[in-house]
């Protein structure tokens, strides 16, 4: 009699189906930090001289920065949707608030783009036109700032704080990172969004110390960003959240 035996096969560990989401939404993370540092830098000239317009500035160094801004609008929005099939699972309208929130911060941060490539238009046209009215010219540009300026209050400042509230609130609850990480973001939005409200009532101005929101809100969000990329979400999390 010849012997049989039975060969099984090995079971496979489960595929991690949220670990494309987790990765695209961390690298928009830090996408949206790479983009915006160098752009504020970038961006110095046109947004603190007055006389920009009329003066002898750098258009190609403010190109850059708004196409920088630009790729952080885009990025804003990648961060949201990128993550919204995980999310859902856990509470989906907030997981949709977070998406349209989101979009909402990146119109408003191309108000802003627009309103400064108004500016160089104005800049390399009219600039160093002598005939061209100066002092309307500088008029012009200071409220084309003034612009930018209010879209960085609704847009990279309530709407940070918003995004954090959504985004923290859903990754506290569910359990996908560290709850240190959306911690964070809880902390910081509600100081942030204060700061932003009272700036906008005029009770406070800009930079003033109820900005130390805005610290807990970028740690949360590069942390989140980081955690995201390189460690996906937590197995244990993921799988009480399985399709």
Not at 69 to 93: G, H, K, Q, W, Y
Not at 157 to 173: E, K, V, W
């Amino acid at each position: 009699m010849t012997a049989r035996t039975a060969t099984g096969t090995r079971p496979q560990p489960p595929v991690d189906w949220t670990r494309n989401n987790a990765r695209a939404g961390g690298i928009a993370y830090l996408i949206t930090f790479a983009a915006s540092i160098p752009a504020v830098l970038l961006l110095g000239p046109v947004l603190n001289d007055p006389g920009y317009i009329v003066s002898g500035g750098s258009d190609t160094r403010v190109l850059v920065g708004s196409l920088l801004d630009a790729v952080n609008a885009l990025a804003c929005i990648a961060t949201a949707v990128a993550v919204f099939p995980v999310m859902r699972r856990v509470n989906e309208s907030m997981a949709l608030g977070f998406v349209t929130s989101r979009m909402f911060e990146a119109a408003v941060i191309m108000v802003g783009v627009v309103s400064l490539l108004a500016v160089v238009t104005l800049h390399q046209d009219l600039g160093g036109n002598p005939g061209a009215d100066q002092a309307a010219l500088v008029t012009t540009g200071q409220a084309l700032v003034a612009v930018r300026d209010w879209t960085f209050q609704f847009g990279p400042n309530i709407s940070a704080a918003i995004n954090a509230m959504l985004f923290g609130t859903l990754l506290y609850r569910s359990r996908l990172v560290p709850r240190l990480i959306p911690a964070m973001g809880l902390v910081g939005a509600p100081l942030l969004l204060a700061a932003s409200v009272a700036t906008v009532l005029g009770l406070t101005e800009q930079g003033s110390v109820w900005f130390a929101g805005v610290i807990p809100v970028a740690a949360w969000e590069l942390s989140v960003g980081v955690w995201m990329t390189f460690k996906g979400f937590k197995p244990s999390a993921v799988a009480a959240i399985a399709p």
